[in-house]
């Protein structure tokens, strides 16, 4: 019986399935008009909660080695072809938890604000968007899903209106089309070159053409995809994009925006140019340096920060880089360690987020010196922050701890000992910023404004999000040894890239 | 059905005569004339439907041909038929016109059962030109367009409109007067009147070069092309909302189709001598005019100079193809360049003429271009301003829509013949998101700029329906081209095969 469910058409095509599952949801969102709050939820929570199904069908095929694939001829020679491999399944399964998650703290968070059918409706299509990007098969395909997603989170981001939001959108939207150009250039140059190549692990580009033209490629899609994965210094948008509501800076700018950006240099890496002729090219060292640079830079400015999402967006900047840096150190245990990031800082941010919002929206507070005490005053949420953000620093057994490892065992793997040093530097700057909140929060000091006896914690649909976010941040951790942990999962895909087990 | 009945003379004759028809109805007081255009243009619609679904994409042949003796002494037939590359451009030409008639409805007070029958007459002889496969015909056709076109600017046109209908109409006029020069040697060459075998007169270079030379002054005219452009502004901004509309959508197609149908397989070494040239003249054009359209401040010029940008890549696509196939004999890239240029211009067909249809909604309210003038709209017009942000993306090439598509295949295709050729056409992904995206935010975004914005009324359903129904089309064509390429295909490439077969 399996056999026939491998080949059947609908089967092969999950990958558009998926994408479509949240797409469609999106566009009835879209058309249904304000009022009809009730028939949005339940859209909404069913195209969620049905997608999770179809990853979860997805992830265990992919595991069996099935093959799933959905082509459809675009223009000669190319096509729109989905594809879904063990690497997709990462950011996939990864954005389709964490969306049925953010939609019930969505929910919560903007209950009676207007606009929230065009809310809902574009948060829908950016996580198909998001999905596209995680099983596009070859680079025109992922250009397609990729440019969507600034697209649909520009109204997010500008959704209050306000001429801050507004500003801010301008300059998202100028460095991510700016970004797109840039990495189109790029695409179509590889397209003159090499046709229509499929993502191959090993890459598939000809590694006897002219270097300076392949490092010139190279670079052009590096900006390309560097843009969103926020390195310096194409970072600029992402911390003036935290205007945005909660759950918008939560998922996507936390998630799936910088993840796909991240999630193109894997590819970039990995599939497209391949990591031997990436490493001839000397691509490696500039992609760790840069990298290296994010993460030190990034944590340097969150510590100036003094405002509690701004600080987080710095922080973004800084940890997304460790999966750059993880490939750009080329070594197997570094790859695991930077593809394990993808999923762990997603989940350790995204709860950071949930926190702020639930700060802000139960006692309007947006700033770090302002949250004196909180941790007696909203005990759960402030639990949450500290596990998340302990977990960023890296202390054992949270997820980051697992990364950090990973990376740092794979820097010594390879003898870039350096590594060991961006990592120390990295793990006491983000101790530095995010210390002085957890102490404030826990211990108070003197001349702080009391608060009051008594908890007034954030309503349960913003609770049970944050709280359920912090788990899985905790239980990555520890069940890091269980099958379909991440960390599993990205030994798994080590295993394909590499051949071998590491 | 359809068999027995010679579609092409009745989708050109059909609002020709429906044309005078409204003049009667006016005459005669036998109704609103505005329902009589309106159905007499939808018909044409329904009609022209049965070219796209009858329509055999497995050759190249001339298809739904008609063929009657009409002027005896010349040995001229009355010749009509259409492959892959006109079939497009005659179904844009009816589509085009319903929405025109429709987006003038309330807003032609003056004479408006003239109006309306200018646009008929305009649309017949626009599908004459896009139909004809003789060329004297052809001639009487592309001739008769400056007259309905002349009235509509002349006549509905702002208050410089005399300026700019003298300056259109000698621009195009002496540019045709080149093509007729060439027709009337190669009709004494060839003693026959055919575009066929037009296209079969064995010609040697010096020939080839002059007749190439001549057809190009026609053509860039109506391109337009850099430098004789300038007469194209100047139009925009005197035409109606209409006449804007048609100009940008069809007539300029006109120029680029002329280049397909005649100058490329007529000349094919001269046009392969002579690539370079255009393409520089269109790297020129989209390069060059994209910062003029930068500096605009009436929005009806930057559309202008954006629309001569874009159809730069018309033009470069198409010769991009000479130029592939001389330096790597890459027949595949060749096709594909030619491809892109006519996606590009079905897509800026429905793209700018859009715009046109935005600004117009505009221009009704407030009576002004100028884009100091707006601020804001967003706030006041929210469900129109969403439509136009569209179109604007659209406009510049955003994935999605069909503006992509063309740009796309057009830029793939000049890398296989030169980088530096892409590099510079790459350079309008940000230029033209640049002037496009800057237009939008003075005018749509930001904070109600003066009273008059705060006073403006949301678009009614009648304007809306119209930006929504051409929406239609930039958005299938951008997500799925291929039915459309499909039928481009096998015309392009027999094109190609033309191209590559030297008359020398």
């Known amino acids: 019986m399996m056999e026939a469910l491998q080949d059947h058409p609908v089967w092969m095509a999950m990958p558009a399935w998926m994408v479509l599952s949240s797409l469609v949801a999106g566009l009835l969102i879209l058309v249904l008009g304000e009022p009809y709050q009730r028939t949005r939820v339940v859209i909404n929570l069913g195209a969620a909660v049905l997608k999770l199904v179809l990853v979860g069908f997805m992830l265990w095929g992919v595991g069996q080695g099935h093959d799933f694939e959905f082509r459809l001829p675009l223009l000669p020679g190319i096509d729109l072809y989905l594809h879904a491999d063990s690497l997709s399944m990462l950011l996939a399964t990864l954005s389709a938890i964490l969306w049925l998650i953010t939609t019930v703290y969505a929910i919560g968070y903007l209950e009676q604000s207007p606009n929230r059918c065009r809310f809902f409706g574009f948060f829908s299509l950016c996580v198909a968007a998001t999905m596209g990007v995680s099983v596009a098969g070859n680079l025109f395909t992922f250009f397609l899903f990729y440019e969507l997603l600034t697209l649909t989170t520009w109204p997010l981001v500008v959704h209050r209106g306000v001429s801050v939001a507004l500003r801010a959108g301008k300059r998202y939207l100028a460095y991510t089309l700016g970004g797109g150009g840039i990495f189109l250039f790029g695409i179509i140059a590889l397209y003159a070159l090499m046709g229509d190549q499929v993502f191959t692990p090993g890459g598939f580009v000809d590694p006897d053409l002219p270097p300076a033209l392949l490092i010139g490629i190279f670079l052009l899609l590096l900006v390309g995809v560097g843009v969103k994965a926020?390195?310096?210094?194409?970072?600029?948008?992402?911390?003036?994009?935290?205007?945005?509501?909660?759950?918008?800076?939560?998922?996507?700018?936390?998630?799936?925006?910088?993840?796909?950006?991240?999630?193109?240099?894997?590819?970039?890496?990995?599939?497209?140019?391949?990591?031997?002729?990436?490493?001839?090219?000397?691509?490696?060292?500039?992609?760790?340096?840069?990298?290296?640079?994010?993460?030190?830079?990034?944590?340097?400015?969150?510590?100036?920060?003094?405002?509690?999402?701004?600080?987080?967006?710095?922080?973004?900047?800084?940890?997304?880089?460790?999966?750059?840096?993880?490939?750009?150190?080329?070594?197997?245990?570094?790859?695991?360690?930077?593809?394990?990031?993808?999923?762990?800082?997603?989940?350790?941010?995204?709860t950071l987020f949930f926190c702020a919002g639930n700060l802000a929206e139960t006692h309007?507070?947006?700033?770090?010196?302002?949250?004196?005490?909180?941790?007696?005053?909203?005990?759960?949420?402030?639990?949450?922050?500290?596990?998340?953000?302990?977990?960023?620093?890296?202390?054992?057994?949270?997820?980051?701890?697992?990364?950090?490892?990973?990376?740092?065992?794979?820097?010594?793997?390879?003898?870039?000992?350096?590594?060991?040093?961006?990592?120390?530097?990295?793990?006491?700057?983000?101790?530095?910023?995010?210390?002085?909140?957890?102490?404030?929060?826990?211990?108070?000091?003197?001349?702080?404004?009391?608060?009051?006896?008594?908890?007034?914690?954030?309503?349960?649909?913003l609770l049970i999000p944050t709280v359920a976010t912090a788990t899985f941040a905790l239980g990555a951790g520890i069940l890091a040894g269980m099958p379909f942990s991440p960390l599993q999962w990205a030994q798994f895909i080590g295993e394909q890239i590499y051949g071998v087990a590491p | 059905m359809f068999e027995s009945l010679p579609l092409l003379s009745v989708l050109i004759w059909l609002p020709i005569l429906g044309g005078a028809a409204v003049l009667a109805v006016d005459r005669l007081g036998l109704g609103d004339v505005r329902w009589w255009a309106l159905g007499i243009s939808?018909?044409?619609?329904?009609?022209?439907?049965?070219?796209?679904?009858?329509?055999?994409?497995?050759?190249?042949?001339?298809q739904f041909v008609e063929r009657v003796p009409w002027i005896q002494a010349l040995g001229a037939y009355y010749h009509l038929g259409i492959d892959g590359i006109s079939m497009p451009m005659i179904l844009?030409?009816?589509?085009?016109?319903?929405?025109?008639?429709?987006?003038?409805?309330?807003?032609?007070?003056?004479?408006?059962?003239?109006?309306?029958?200018?646009?008929?007459?305009?649309?017949?002889?626009?599908?004459?030109?896009?139909?004809?496969?003789?060329?004297?015909?052809?001639?009487?056709?592309?001739?008769?367009?400056?007259?309905?076109?002349?009235?509509?600017?002349?006549?509905?046109?702002?208050?410089?409109?005399?300026y700019a209908t003298i300056k259109f109409f000698l621009y195009t006029?002496?540019?045709?007067?080149?093509?007729?020069?060439?027709?009337?040697?190669?009709?004494?060459?060839?003693?026959?009147?055919?575009?066929?075998?037009?296209?079969?007169?064995p010609l040697d270079m010096t020939e080839q070069m002059l007749i190439f030379l001549a057809l190009l002054l026609a053509f860039a005219v109506k391109v337009p092309m850099w430098p004789v452009h300038t007469w194209l502004p100047d139009a925009h901004v005197e035409a109606p909302t209409g006449g804007s509309v048609i100009l940008a959508a069809i007539l300029l197609k006109l120029g680029a189709y002329g280049f397909l149908r005649f100058s490329m397989p007529i000349a094919p070494d001269a046009s392969a001598e002579l690539a370079w040239l255009i393409a520089v003249l269109s790297l020129i054009a989209i390069a060059y005019i994209?910062?003029?359209?930068?500096?605009?401040?009436?929005?009806?010029?930057?559309?202008?100079?954006?629309?001569?940008?874009?159809?730069?890549?018309?033009?470069?696509?198409?010769?991009?193809?000479?130029?592939?196939?001389?330096?790597?004999?890459?027949?595949?890239?060749?096709?594909?360049?030619?491809?892109?240029?006519?996606?590009?211009?079905?897509?800026?067909?429905?793209?700018?003429?859009?715009?046109?249809?935005?600004?117009?909604?505009?221009?009704?309210?407030?009576?002004?271009?100028?884009?100091?003038?707006?601020?804001?709209?967003?706030?006041?017009?929210?469900?129109?301003?969403?439509?136009?942000?569209?179109?604007?993306?659209?406009?510049?090439?955003?994935?999605?829509?069909?503006?992509?598509?063309?740009?796309?295949?057009?830029?793939?295709?000049?890398?296989?013949?030169?980088?530096?050729?892409?590099?510079?056409?790459?350079?309008?992904?940000?230029?033209g998101a640049a002037y496009t995206l800057w237009l939008v935010k003075r005018v749509i975004f930001g904070e109600v700029a003066n009273d008059n914005v705060a006073k403006l009324q949301e678009a009614n359903p009648r304007e809306l329906w119209v930006l929504g129904i051409v929406a239609a089309p930039v958005l299938i064509l951008g997500v799925w081209p291929a039915p459309l390429i499909e039928v481009i295909a096998p015309s392009v490439e027999n094109l190609v095969e033309q191209m590559m077969t030297s008359k020398l």
């Open chain 2, 42 to 62: 939808v018909l044409t619609f329904l009609l022209s439907v049965p070219l796209w679904m009858g329509f055999d994409t497995t050759t190249a042949d001339m």
């Open chain 1, 230 to 350: 926020a390195m310096v210094p194409l970072h600029g948008w992402l911390p003036q994009a935290m205007v945005a509501p909660a759950p918008v800076s939560a998922l996507l700018h936390a998630v799936a925006v910088v993840k796909a950006g991240a999630f193109g240099i894997v590819r970039l890496v990995y599939d497209v140019y391949g990591l031997d002729l990436v490493a001839t090219l000397g691509m490696n060292h500039v992609l760790a340096i840069a990298a290296a640079i994010t993460i030190v830079w990034g944590s340097l400015r969150a510590l100036q920060a003094s405002d509690i999402k701004q600080r987080l967006a710095f922080s973004t900047v800084s940890q997304v880089s460790y999966i750059a840096l993880g490939v750009g150190i080329g070594s197997p245990m570094a790859t695991i360690g930077g593809l394990v990031h993808l999923v762990h800082q997603g989940l350790m941010k995204i």
């Open chain 2, 92 to 162: 844009l030409t009816t589509f085009m016109t319903v929405l025109v008639v429709v987006a003038g409805w309330v807003v032609i007070q003056y004479r408006p059962a003239q109006y309306f029958a200018a646009f008929l007459f305009l649309e017949g002889i626009t599908i004459g030109v896009f139909a004809a496969l003789d060329v004297i015909l052809f001639y009487v056709f592309w001739e008769a367009l400056l007259i309905p076109m002349f009235i509509i600017i002349g006549i509905w046109g702002g208050p410089n409109r005399v």
């Open chain 1, 364 to 461: 309007g507070i947006k700033r770090v010196d302002q949250v004196d005490g909180m941790g007696r005053t909203m005990p759960w949420t402030m639990a949450a922050f500290t596990l998340a953000a302990l977990g960023m620093i890296g202390v054992p057994p949270i997820a980051g701890f697992v990364s950090k490892w990973y990376l740092g065992l794979g820097g010594v793997e390879n003898g870039q000992y350096w590594v060991l040093g961006v990592l120390v530097a990295s793990t006491l700057l983000n101790a530095a910023y995010f210390l002085p909140v957890l102490r404030r929060a826990w211990f108070p000091r003197a001349d702080a404004p009391d608060r009051g006896p008594g908890i007034h914690e954030a309503p349960l649909s």
């Open chain 2, 173 to 201: 006029f002496l540019g045709s007067v080149f093509m007729l020069v060439a027709f009337i040697y190669m009709y004494i060459q060839a003693g026959s009147t055919e575009v066929a075998d037009f296209h079969g007169l």
């Open chain 2, 290 to 431: 994209g910062f003029v359209a930068l500096a605009q401040s009436d929005m009806k010029k930057l559309i202008a100079y954006s629309s001569i940008a874009h159809m730069g890549f018309a033009t470069l696509g198409f010769f991009i193809g000479f130029l592939i196939y001389v330096s790597t004999g890459d027949v595949q890239g060749a096709a594909f360049g030619i491809q892109g240029g006519i996606v590009q211009m079905i897509s800026h067909g429905f793209i700018s003429g859009a715009l046109f249809l935005c600004v117009g909604v505009l221009y009704d309210r407030m009576h002004s271009r100028n884009i100091a003038d707006y601020g804001g709209v967003i706030n006041t017009m929210p469900k129109f301003a969403a439509l136009m942000v569209f179109f604007a993306m659209a406009n510049a090439g955003l994935p999605g829509t069909s503006g992509f598509v063309g740009e796309f295949m057009v830029i793939l295709a000049s890398f296989k013949a030169n980088f530096w050729v892409a590099a510079i056409a790459g350079l309008t992904l940000i230029l």
